[in-house]
């Protein structure tokens, strides 16, 4: 890892952090430049497993017709499958810090593998809980050591490999929409089956890339990281972690709710079909990905608090407008909202794994994990809301979370110097 060096700064009383390139692991890796095609296939497995994920809240508007669910059920199902990857991501991420599991993605996979057909067949509102709650076991399994992976073959572009690895997941969390509007409404329930022959894809990148993965976990072992003693210390490395829960939060609770209330939202309030309502979502989710992916290389470059800080209070102004909208201008503003809102996912991540690069896949485990976990509850409580004062009213009082951007201001101030 490289060697932070303290510089001194008149204008403030704050330490800064500059990363430091020295003859390191990073640095030999940096020279060797980023494993291309290693990115690209964690990034496809990434894609291929935010997809499946994504059709669950995709397929909610058919679930409440077939089984009469109101949006606190709804909500529950969200909660359910968010739940098993808050709770066990971290508990994940700690573990493989310890003993690292190079087949476990693949393992992982298959519980996914199993909720689809679960959930394709279910006629009862438990069993559909428990079938999310798998495909959201096999998300707890995935994320930490994928993160690991991609970092390992950024060669020092930290940024830009967690952008790669983001872009896959977003894109694939944008595909969930589309490809219920064209499979799963014509076809029913039954056709979610069919996705589960992704999940089987999916398990054989990940094998193909754990045999990559298992020859480096011996460098890794012999590379331990110690923390230098120049770091933040330990409190205002706290601080800024709980900042950095709080940043992604309330943007992935912004996310939550469109992503699992959107849908009602047009239809309630333009009277559009579901097929239409489901593209609607579709581009705020494209908007998201392309968001994310161009938000890490922008953090490498100028700094990834101007990163977080433009991209959470950035899009504000646009969040207030969405509910006064009307159904174009609706769309124009969401575009914009998941472009800048998203821009802050690979800052605020690299960000927290450099203030704990000894904690690697915990770190991971508790941004992908908990933070998405907690966005996860928020959606099941906006769903009671949205049974007692009406979906528009969500969207009201959601327009105000990227307010929270506010609390960028406790951040530590660090600089990492160029990898190139």
């Known amino acids: 890892m490289n060697k932070p060096v303290i510089v001194s700064e008149e204008t403030t009383t704050a330490p800064v952090v500059v990363l430091d390139a020295t003859p390191s692991r990073a640095a030999k890796a940096a020279v060797a430049g980023p494993a291309y095609v290693v990115l690209a296939g964690i990034s496809f497995s990434h894609f291929l497993n935010d997809t499946m994920q994504s059709l669950i809240a995709s397929v909610y508007p058919i679930l409440k017709d077939a089984y009469a669910l109101d949006y606190g059920q709804i909500g529950m199902i969200t909660l359910a499958f968010q739940f098993t990857a808050s709770l066990l991501q971290p508990l994940v991420g700690h573990f493989t810090d310890k003993k690292a599991q190079p087949f476990s993605l693949a393992i992982g996979m298959g519980f996914t593998f199993f909720g689809l057909l679960l959930l394709s067949v279910a006629a009862r509102y438990p069993v559909i809980l428990i079938a999310a709650a ?14 690991r992976i991609a970092r390992l073959a950024s060669g020092g572009r930290y940024g830009f490999a967690q952008s790669v690895f983001q872009l896959g997941g977003s894109f694939g969390t944008s595909m969930g929409p589309v490809l219920a509007a064209l499979i799963v409404v014509p076809f029913g329930q039954p056709s979610i089956a069919w996705f589960s022959s992704i999940a089987f894809l999916a398990i054989v990148i990940l094998w193909r890339i754990g045999a990559w993965y298992k020859p480096q976990i011996a460098t890794k072992k012999s590379a331990a990281v110690e923390r230098h003693p120049d770091l933040p210390d330990s409190r205002r490395v706290r601080i800024a972690l709980a900042v950095l829960v709080a940043l992604l939060f309330s943007k992935q609770l912004y996310v939550s709710s469109l992503s699992s209330y959107y849908i009602f939202y047009l239809i309630d309030k333009f009277q559009v079909s579901t097929q239409a309502a489901q593209l609607y979502l579709f581009l705020f989710l494209a908007a998201n990905a392309a968001g994310a992916f161009f938000g890490g290389p922008l953090g490498d470059r100028f700094g990834r608090q101007y990163v977080i800080w433009f991209s959470i209070a950035g899009a504000l102004p646009f969040t207030l407008a969405l509910p006064y ?22 800052s605020i991540i690299v960000f927290a794994q450099e203030l704990m690069p000894h904690r690697f896949g915990m770190i991971s485990g508790v941004f992908f994990g908990v933070a998405f976990g907690i966005g996860g509850l928020g959606a099941a409580v906006l769903g009671k809301l949205a049974d007692h004062t009406g979906i528009a009213f969500v969207y009201h009082l959601c327009a105000f979370l990227p307010a929270l951007g506010l609390l960028a201001v406790f951040l530590p101030k660090i600089r990492q110097a160029n990898s190139e």
């Open 134 to 147: 798998l495909v959201g076991l096999g998300s707890a399994v995935f994320h930490p050591e994928s993160a």
């Open 325 to 346: 909208a009307g159904l174009f201008a609706s769309a124009v503003l969401t575009i914009f909202i998941g472009l800048i809102i998203s821009s802050a996912t690979s």
